[in-house]
């Protein structure tokens, strides 16, 4: 048995899981705690190569890509590494080595939840 | 007769005019042009200290406030007010002097806009 107090999943309206990371904005003033989660994902998302990263992984066939896949930012496959790992650090992507490769997908529930932090203005 | 070139508005489901800030971050990779455009806001909300000011205007009566309506955040009001400045400054606020007080209140179609960027997953 755990006394941990979990935080329960929502259901957003397509039925994926929402984490409670991003309670709508337009709600109530978010909580520190709130803003302790949800703000890196802004502050990784705040940087424009970093952004137009995690656009070309959503974006790419099947909702996956690796470093190998992405060529048109106009920085080198290092700075394209770092950058997704950051993302990553940041809850925005997962990983998964395969082979040479590390292919990168956008975290479940991310896009649902960062959608729901916007969705509620003037309802 | 103008020749500068002016991208359309698009409608959101709401009919609220959304600017072009934020196209759909699954549809296709985002352009430089376009990153240049929405990373600043993303930047703006990636301090917890902001994102729960930007968080207490959305969500205050009339959707606006003044630094004298804030006073749970934990920091000065002038802390406060540098904050709101900084969120004006990304093109999330608004402001208006009325008498002694600034108003702030959340940019038109910033939400409706920034909304549209995590609406497209999986469709």
Chains 1, 2 share one sequence.
Not at 11 to 38: F, H, K, N, Y
Not at 40 to 50: E, I
Not at 83 to 111: C, D, F
Request: aromatic content about 6%; charged content about 20%; glycine content about 6%.
């Amino acid at each position: 048995m755990s006394n941990v107090e979990v935080q329960p999943l929502t259901e957003s309206g397509t039925g994926e899981i929402v984490a409670p990371c991003c309670p709508p904005l337009t709600e109530r003033p978010m909580s520190a705690e709130e803003a302790s989660v949800a703000a890196p994902m802004f502050k990784a998302l705040g940087d424009p190569v970093r952004l137009r990263l995690f656009s070309a992984v959503a974006s790419h066939e099947g909702s996956e890509a690796c470093v190998c896949d992405i060529s048109d930012v106009g920085v080198s496959q290092p700075t394209v590494s770092h950058h997704l790992k950051k993302l990553k650090e940041a809850g925005l992507l997962t990983s998964e080595r395969r082979g040479t490769w590390v292919y990168y997908r956008v975290a479940p529930s991310v896009m649902a939840s960062m959608a729901q932090s916007f969705a509620a203005f003037g309802s």
